[in-house]
């Protein structure tokens, strides 16, 4: 089992940048892709970006490419999404989530754990 928490979400300009954090606890010595999602109001869970189990190969979806960037912290157990030229499009909660032995898909049903999700809301 894994525990994941994320924090950082916030309300900023358009063109601000955010770094959300997610943290895992319980059984992280076990190898877990971490992977990125969002839910926007009235719209499905989408994909926004992944590292597999193992780090290096990332995955982002297109809408986020050249904006956002992934990264861990194997020894902290926390992964990063960092934000960058936001825009008002991007506003959804976010939530992070921890497939074991993952390759980083952007497919949800890949992540057996989800964190509780973190409010970002980007103004015009």
């Known amino acids: 089992q894994v525990q994941l928490v994320e924090t950082g979400g916030g309300s900023v300009q358009a063109g601000d940048s955010l770094t959300l954090s997610c943290e895992a606890s319980g059984r992280t010595s076990d190898g877990y892709a971490m992977g990125w999602f969002r839910q926007a109001p009235g719209k499905e869970r989408e994909f926004v970006a992944a590292?597999?189990?193992?780090?290096?190969?990332?995955n982002y979806a297109d809408s986020v490419k050249g904006r956002f960037a992934i990264s861990r912290d194997y020894v902290k157990n926390t992964s990063w999404l960092q934000m960058n030229s936001l825009k008002p499009e991007d506003t959804a909660v976010y939530y992070c989530?921890?497939?074991?032995?993952?390759?980083?898909?952007?497919?949800?049903?890949?992540?057996?754990?989800w964190g509780q999700g973190t409010q970002v809301t980007v103004s015009s």
């Open positions: 590292m597999r189990w193992n780090g290096g190969r990332t």
């Open positions: 989530a921890a497939a074991l032995h993952g390759m980083g898909s952007s497919g949800a049903g890949e992540y057996a754990y």
